[in-house]
């Protein structure tokens, strides 16, 4: 069984994996390797089946060295990046990263000071890795556009947010409004159909707001 596997993970269709596997196979120098290509989240855990697989072989010690394209392939969360990287050291595996070569240094580096220099420098990487992750997503939480009575939508086009009431359910709160219901008494009594088809009963902020858009309150 081959004791050397490249893991190559993309998040995105722009992302090509074939560019990372030839980065990766371009500093392997431990012989026969296996390919392991996924194309999930690093923030979502649950649904990397393939990686978890690898760390199953890391713990069984068959794993002598994994080899990713960035440490951020791995995990973009440092505490998780971090526990992995501890995992790896208690079985024998060595990580081996194409855009961090500092890590080659530190895995030929004597003990203790290897150990001490290493941990440091994963907790420095994996701080960055978080920094950059939230940097992109600030960035795509600002890029959105809003319409006069649309939804908000991000700069892709996707709906952001929960669906706004229709006009006949609005129609419904301005006339019980003008029969002298209160807020809590329309919010009782006014229902729409949700996107599931389910039947739901119109919240008293949901209420209030319609009552301020037609300038009633």
């Not at 089946?49 to 002598?64: D, G, T």
């Not at 419904?172 to 807020?183: A, D, N, T």
Request: glycine share 6%; with cysteine; aromatic share 10%.
């Amino acid at each position: 069984m081959k004791q050397t596997y490249i893991y190559i993970r993309t998040s995105t269709e722009e992302q090509n994996p074939q560019l990372q596997l030839n980065d990766c196979i371009s500093i392997n120098k431990y012989g026969e390797y296996e390919v392991v290509e996924e194309k999930q989240s690093a923030w979502n855990d649950k649904d990397r089946q393939k990686f978890e697989e690898i760390r199953k072989l890391i713990k069984q010690r068959k794993i002598k060295h994994l080899i990713c394209w960035d440490l951020d392939r791995l995990y973009r969360n440092r505490i998780k990046l971090i526990a992995f990287f501890k995992l790896c050291k208690l079985y024998g595996c060595k990580i081996h990263s194409f855009r961090q070569e500092w890590l080659e240094q530190l895995n030929d580096m004597p003990e203790p000071f290897g150990e001490m220099v290493h941990d440091m420098m994963i907790q420095i990487m994996g701080w960055m890795g978080e920094d950059d992750s939230k940097k992109k997503s600030d960035r795509i939480k600002s890029a959105v556009r809003k319409k006069e009575g649309k939804p908000t939508k991000s700069y892709k086009g996707n709906t952001w947010g929960r669906k706004g009431l229709s006009k006949n359910t609005k129609k419904e709160i301005l006339e019980q409004h003008r029969i002298g219901k209160s807020i809590r008494e329309i919010a009782d009594s006014v229902w729409y159909w949700d996107k599931n088809r389910n039947e739901k009963f119109v919240s008293k902020s949901a209420v209030h707001k319609t009552l301020h858009e037609g300038d009633v309150i």
